[in-house]
């Protein structure tokens, strides 16, 4: 049995015998496993998608260098993303990198859309707004334009996670 397949195996299981640690070590300890797992984050069974990506968020906190060559295919998977579990995942992943210079004009844009957009999840608006912030402060024109957006949200609708990622990147912009 290939390790695509193994990976597999163990993600399409119920959530509450899914063991995503127990992958991490494992892929952290075979660094040669690590491009199985990331192929399945394209698996045509959603479920498996999903927690392959969960299991690349963790090991990109861990080790952020495996996927700084597969940023601009990171961009491009969020932005084509329906799931919203897995969107909050990219997100994160994407986060956990270093910010590329240039600036990815595509992750900024997508950040700037989905950040107040009532559509996307708590989980993404959140990480949107964070993300907007780290990719603006490279530019200071856009960390103006990104404050003015942030000010004039009419924050009634919004979740209190919301709320409080547009009031700590408000104190951030202003210090």
Known sequence: MSKLEEFRKALDVPIRNLSVDVLVREICHQPECFEAMYRLMSDEKQSVAWRATWVCEKLSEIHPAWFI???????YRLSDCKHQGSKRLLLSIL?????????????????????????ESIGVQSLSIRMAYRLCKHEPELLSELKLILEHANTEFYSTGVKTAIRNILKKIKK
Do not use: K
């Open 69 to 75: 060559p597969l940023y601009d295919d990171l961009v």
């Open 95 to 119: 986060y956990n990198l270093p910010v590329t210079v240039p600036v990815s004009v595509e992750l900024l844009n997508y950040s700037l859309d989905h950040m107040l957009s009532l559509q």
